[in-house]
């Protein structure tokens, strides 16, 4: 069988040229895939925005008048302290944050009073991913003390409990606990 | 001594020498592609304009998600973009685009935001102009403004108004049928001393008052002074427009509608509008209407 390699001369120019292609598919391709791929992480990297976004939506649920707190009719004054019941429901979150989006959220809010505990999910199955997994972030962004720590982490998660009134729509009020946890998922 | 390493006693080729220095030939033309390639894409990444955008699209994206999470009325002031990329929001995305990059991969930069399905949005695409001098083409910078009054987000640029038919005056379409109340109401001075709403229009004091008045069903009539200026007509008309898109979000439907020039008999220092809406519909459709006038006033700003 003749050898594609060496002829009875020596080298021949076929291994020049088989040289030069396992070179390019070895070396050249992967090094500029590489550099590709190295570009393209940089300026994800640095350009990264994930931290402010979770906490401008995490507060959107917090304190927007499309959330489940209280407004007066009158005033038109929404009152972050007081839950409104009628509101408190998976439907006034999934008109708060279109699912449409590519953003990845969840929430799960918990209002305990004294006479029962209700509980709300937001896109409960990334939820249930998250949960088990995440790093905790403090409730405001200015409390970060090592940013690069929740850089590193995929799944991270935002909670705060604050005292609330549950306002029923027959006017009755119960005093009660909220508790808001987000969950968020770090996309590229 | 180098010729002898080369050659051997017969003059024939050194084989092995040969093939070592063919694999040396192969490695160096191997590195040049590579640092050719190298230099190529750090030249890309140098003259190319992906991370400029993705931090703009980020930028823009995170406004958006701002400003639907605000308790508040708000108008950010004009963001001016000079190098000449077009920006194109849909519902949850904004995509940074720039005209001379090639790539398929790179020409648009999308990034996502999360809309309120409680909030309208008015959206649209931005782009530069082009001016082609000789083979080179320029472009003009993109200015954006963006802001949310009640359920109502825009984002518009300053040349043109938050939509085209945003200002355009829709001709009349109900008609006064009984003598006006307005003209007993305003009789009574002292009512002008207490608008439903008072604000500042362009650092003019605006009064606006409502109240019902024996129309056709479902129509509304803004009275203006007869000698109003061409820009409170344009006010009017703005708020006309915002009126009828509330109306439609909130179930209630505007049958008709009309800008009346009216003479007041008095010296209104003020830029003053009364609003006459159906007696019928008075009490469900009146926090629409004032509703929109305070878009309108947002909006005009």
């Known amino acids: 069988m003749a050898d594609p390699i060496m002829s009875k001369k020596g080298t021949t120019f076929g291994a020049y040229i088989l040289m030069i292609f396992l070179t390019v598919v070895l070396v050249l391709i992967p090094f500029n895939g590489g550099i590709q791929v190295l570009v393209a992480k940089a300026i994800a990297y640095n350009a990264d925005s994930h931290n402010l976004e979770h906490y401008i939506l995490f507060h959107r649920v917090m304190e927007s008048p ?15 302290s007081r839950v409104d019941i009628s509101k408190f429901n998976e439907e006034t979150l999934e008109k708060l944050m279109d699912k449409g989006s590519k953003t990845s959220i969840s929430f799960k809010l918990t209002l305990k009073t004294p006479e029962d505990t209700k ?8 939820y249930e991913i998250i949960e088990p997994t995440h790093a905790t972030r403090p409730a405001f962004l200015s409390e970060i003390n090592d940013p690069m720590h929740y850089k590193r982490s995929k799944f991270q998660l935002i909670q705060t409990s604050y005292p609330v009134t549950a306002v029923y729509p027959s006017g009755r009020e119960i005093p009660g606990i909220l508790i808001v946890s987000a969950g968020f998922e770090r996309t590229a | 001594m180098v010729f002898r390493l080369l050659c051997s006693k017969r003059g024939e080729g050194n084989i092995p020498l040969q093939r070592i220095l063919s694999g040396i030939l192969a490695f160096l033309l191997a590195m040049t592609l590579v640092l050719l390639t190298s230099f190529y894409a750090l030249s890309d990444l140098k003259e190319g304009t992906s991370f400029e955008r993705s931090v703009m699209a980020r930028d823009i994206a995170t406004q958006v998600d701002a400003l639907s999470s605000m308790p508040a009325n708000i108008l950010l002031d004009t963001e001016t973009y000079p190098n000449g990329y077009s920006f194109e929001f849909e519902p949850n995305s904004v995509a940074v685009i720039d ?47 963006m802001g949310k009054t009640g359920d109502y987000f825009f984002a518009t640029n300053a040349y043109t108004p938050v939509d085209e038919e945003a200002f355009s005056c829709p001709p009349a379409s109900t008609s006064l049928n009984t003598k006006s109340l307005l003209i007993k109401q305003i009789s009574n001075r002292a009512a002008l001393a207490q608008p ?21 069903e479902g129509s509304i009539v803004a009275y203006i002074p007869k000698t109003a200026l061409d820009e409170r007509v344009r006010f009017a008309c703005l708020f006309l427009n915002r009126a009828s898109a509330n109306f ?6 505007l049958e008709g509608r009309a800008i009346v020039p009216f003479d007041f008999d008095i010296q209104a220092t003020q830029i003053l509008m009364v609003i006459a809406i159906d007696k019928s519909t008075y009490e469900s459709s009146r926090q629409s209407v004032l509703d929109a006038v305070t878009e309108a006033i947002n909006l005009y700003g």
Do not use: H, W
Request: zero cysteines.
């Open chain 1, 119 to 126: 509980e709300i999910f937001y896109n409960k199955n990334l």
């Open chain 1, 66 to 80: 499309n959330s489940i707190f209280y407004t007066d009719p009158v005033l038109q004054r929404t009152y972050p």
């Open chain 2, 196 to 216: 439903d709403i008072k604000n500042l229009l362009k650092n003019a004091e605006i009064a606006i008052f409502t109240y019902p008045e024996e129309l056709q």
């Open chain 2, 99 to 145: 005209p001379n990059d090639k790539s398929i991969k790179t020409q648009q930069i999308v990034y996502p935001f999360m809309q309120d399905l409680n909030i309208v949005y008015q959206l649209g695409y931005f782009e530069p102009f082009s001016i082609t001098t000789g083979k080179e083409s320029k472009y003009t910078a993109t200015n954006i403004k």
């Open chain 2, 248 to 253: 439609q979000k909130n179930g209630l439907s």
